[in-house]
């Protein structure tokens, strides 16, 4: 008996609460897949990472026996101003000489790293004054260019979406819900061939050091707002038409992420999505349910007042116990005789 109500209560006490068991969940699968992340990168990039340490220590060992009149503290503090400088954008390469970071295609192409989030980090402010704008700009141009995006994206989604599911629901006559998933999956597919297979066989032809495979990663790097900066367009030697080069992927950064927005808020908007992040979701309080707790309230206090009230008049009216006369049987007092 005791087991079958501790049982019952565990049972009502998770039916309760499945959307806090339901996010519990959530958050260690989240802490698993990204303990999972870590091990796969660990496990693939470590012995890579190991062979470039062993393949540049045995270049610098080299390069001292060849050159035997330079020091190894010299060879050392040379290169790590050559790598402070390099992690700002500035090389000391012959090759690399020609071509400005801070010229205006460039700095366009940093400010749209910068408003979008992308960051490849490739080129950084020199000065303190840039330090300062940078901030400044970010804080004031980050929420801009939020707002831009979404009103972009809203009036896009009325054409590119809600229409077209409305007018095959329609005129038609399919389901709706399955009407929409088709749809937000066509969408998926045209967005990936125009702005990653495309871009991706352009970046190809125009990179001389890049194949198909790591022109496809730039694409998704760059419009899923990762932007790692190991792979930058427009950087290579003598690159033909930089300038223009540099405003084209400027544009295609802010088109690109533009369709990824509408791709993404097409699946959002899509029923089975709908139901599946309620489940992780506080519930919300309905008007209706918060009348109906009112009035059971209202209604409890007003029973236990009725009662109250009731039971002081019960008692105030209650009738005295009446007490029978003593009456002699000849009708006349005994006392008095």
């Not at 009348?291 to 009738?319: C, G, N, Q, Y």
């Amino acid at each position: 008996m005791l087991q079958s109500l501790t049982s019952n209560s565990c049972v009502r006490l998770i039916q309760s609460n499945k959307s806090a068991w339901y996010f519990l969940f959530l958050v260690l699968g989240y802490i698993v897949y990204l303990i999972f992340g870590a091990v796969v990168f660990s496990s693939v990039e470590l012995p890579y990472e190991d062979q470039r340490r062993q393949e540049l220590r045995t270049a610098k060992r080299q390069f001292l026996q060849e050159n035997e009149c330079l020091s190894e503290e010299r060879l050392e503090e040379f290169l790590e101003k050559a790598l402070e400088a390099s992690n700002y954008g500035v090389s000391i390469l012959n090759n690399a000489s020609s071509n400005w970071n801070w010229d205006f295609t460039s700095a366009l192409f940093f400010a749209s790293t910068v408003l979008t989030t992308t960051g490849y980090g490739h080129t950084a402010p020199l000065s303190g004054g840039g330090k300062a704008f940078c901030i400044i700009y970010s804080v004031i141009g980050i929420p801009f260019t939020l707002l831009f995006l979404t009103a972009v994206v809203q009036r896009i989604m009325v054409f590119s979406t809600r229409r077209p599911i409305m007018y095959v629901h329609m005129h038609w006559g399919l389901s709706k819900p399955l009407v929409a998933i088709v749809h937000a999956v066509l969408l998926a597919m045209v967005a990936v061939a125009c702005f990653f297979l495309i871009p991706a066989a352009i970046f190809s032809a125009l990179e001389k050091d890049w194949n198909f495979l790591e022109s496809f990663y730039f694409c998704f790097i760059s419009l899923s707002t990762i932007g790692l900066g190991d792979y930058v367009p427009g950087e290579a030697f003598n690159q033909r038409f930089r300038e223009l080069y540099k405003v084209g992927i400027t544009v295609y950064l802010l088109l690109g992420l533009i369709a990824m927005l509408v791709v993404l808020e097409t699946f959002c908007e899509l029923q089975q999505l709908k139901t599946l992040r309620k489940m992780f979701y506080l519930k919300k309080e309905k008007p209706q349910d918060r009348l109906a707790i009112l009035e059971h309230d209202h209604l409890s206090f007003s029973v236990a007042d009725h009662t109250s009230t009731t039971m002081l008049r019960e008692d105030k009216t209650e009738p005295y116990v009446a007490v029978p006369e003593l009456v002699s049987p000849g009708g006349d007092d005994p006392m008095i005789r």
